[in-house]
C-alpha cells in the first residue's frame, strides 16, 4: 500500500544548486526514512528520522519532519552530477508491524 | 563487506517454467523482505519474515512463495511464472524491521517472463 507521496515527481536542476523534495504521509508513524536509488540498481538507506525529531543532517543532506502536518523534506546542498537518482521516502507506521511504506519517488537530474 | 546478495541480476523465462531467486545477507539481520518495482507502482511487498520460520504476506503475495529456513537466506520462489510477473525485484534486510538503521538492499534480479 503507498502512505508517502513524493513531491516534484522530477526535479532538475545545475549543479551547485540545492535540491528540496517532499514527502508526505497520511498516519501516525514510528519513523520516516529516505532512501536513493540509482538507475535499475537497489536502494541505498541514507537517513532515518523519528517522530521525536524534528531535523536531521548527514554531509550534504538535511531531512525535517513535521509529523503535525505529516510531511518531511529532504535537502540535499551544493548538488553534483552523482546526486543524479531518484529518491524514495518511506514511513515506518505504528500499526504497520514492521512495514515500510513508500512513495513514488523524486527523480532528480543534476545537469553539469 | 555487510551486504545482500541476490541471483541472478537478470532473468528471462517462459510463463509456467517454475524458478527461485536467491537471496543471502551476511549481517545476521532478523528482518528480511522481498519488493518488487514496476514503473509507475513504486516498491510493493511481496512477502516479508521477521526470523526464521516465520514468513507473512505482504500486498502482492499471488504468485510467489518464500521460505526461511536459515536467518541468511531468504528465497523467492515463482512456482508458475506468468508475464505479469515481469519486474524488477530487490531483497533487503535490516536488523529489526528497519525501525533503527533502515534496511539495506540487494542490487536487484531483472526479471523478465515470456
Known amino acids: 500500500s503507498q502512505q508517502g507521496e513524493e513531491d516534484p515527481q522530477a526535479l532538475s536542476i545545475q549543479e551547485g544548486e540545492n535540491a528540496t523534495m517532499n514527502c508526505s504521509y497520511k498516519t501516525s508513524i514510528n519513523n520516516l526514512q529516505w532512501y536513493r536509488q540509482n538507475s535499475g540498481r537497489g536502494l541505498v538507506h541514507l537517513i532515518l528520522i523519528r517522530s521525536n525529531e524534528r531535523e536531521k543532517h548527514s554531509g550534504r543532506l538535511r531531512v525535517t519532519l513535521d509529523t503535525s502536518k505529516k510531511s518531511s523534506s529532504l535537502l540535499i546542498t551544493a548538488s553534483r552530477a552523482a546526486d543524479t537518482a531518484s529518491y524514495f521516502c518511506a514511513t515506518d507506521a505504528w500499526d504497520s508491524n514492521y512495514q515500510l511504506i513508500w512513495g513514488a519517488g523524486t527523480k532528480l537530474i543534476i545537469k553539469p | 563487506e555487510a551486504q545482500v546478495t541476490q541471483n541472478p541480476r537478470y532473468l528471462i523465462t517462459v510463463t509456467g517454467k517454475k524458478l527461485t531467486v536467491t537471496c543471502s545477507q551476511n549481517?545476521?539481520?532478523?528482518?528480511m523482505s522481498w519488493y518488487r518495482q514496476d514503473p509507475g507502482l513504486g516498491l510493493r511487498q511481496i512477502y516479508y519474515s521477521m526470523n526464521v520460520e516465520v514468513t507473512d504476506k505482504g500486498d502482492v503475495p499471488e504468485g510467489y512463495k518464500v521460505s526461511r529456513k536459515e536467518k541468511r537466506n531468504f528465497p523467492l520462489i515463482l512456482e508458475s511464472p506468468s508475464p505479469n510477473q515481469t519486474s524488477l525485484y530487490f531483497c533487503a534486510s535490516s536488523p529489526q524491521g528497519g525501525q533503527v538503521n533502515g534496511y539495506t538492499f540487494g542490487s536487484g534480479t531483472r526479471l523478465t517472463v515470456v
Open positions: 549481517m545476521n539481520h532478523e528482518y
